[in-house]
């Protein structure tokens, strides 16, 4: 199957956290979204595929495993309100679930990151990073971890 390269395909797409064989682990950072929801990432299947049923069942079931070690691990280190899982590719169609603590002092609680901020929130939140249970680079460090050790079940 031929396809035009997208920008997943060219570039991590963000923070490289972790990169395996099939799948990898980006931070999202530079955007709105990401200084806003710190602990935002990305479970990128490595092969350009745009939706979820292109891929095989034992690589479908893999990619769901990396999602739920993410979220797993994220509830463990932050204890978030919420975490948000998402699978949109609607702007870059290349196969990728975002993976995405919520707490209930962001600005956009509780509507989806995507939307606009709470109007009762000050338009700069105060380094949202800085609310968090332990420094991103300390929670990469951990999802890298894990990510070190990840076997996906058959």
Not at 62 to 67: D, E, F, P, S
Request: charged letters at 25%; hydrophobic letters at 45%.
């Amino acid at each position: 199957m031929t396809h035009t390269p997208c920008e997943l395909c060219t570039q991590d797409g963000g923070l490289l956290v972790w990169r395996g064989e099939k799948l990898r682990l980006i931070r999202a950072v530079g955007d709105a979204q990401s200084a806003d929801h710190p602990a935002f990432y990305r479970v990128v299947w490595n092969a350009h595929v745009a939706e979820w049923t292109d891929l095989a069942p034992p690589d479908r079931s893999h990619l769901m495993q990396a999602v739920a070690k993410v979220e797993t691990v994220m509830r463990e280190a932050l204890s978030p309100t919420k975490v948000n899982l998402a699978s949109l590719g609607n702007v870059v169609p290349h196969l990728h679930w975002h993976v995405i603590a919520r707490f209930d002092w962001d600005a956009r609680w509780p509507a989806p990151v995507w939307a606009p901020r709470r109007s009762e929130v000050a338009r700069d939140v105060p380094d949202a990073a800085s609310r968090l249970a332990m420094p991103l680079d300390v929670l990469d460090a951990h999802l890298a971890r894990a990510f070190e050790t990840f076997r996906p079940l058959a």
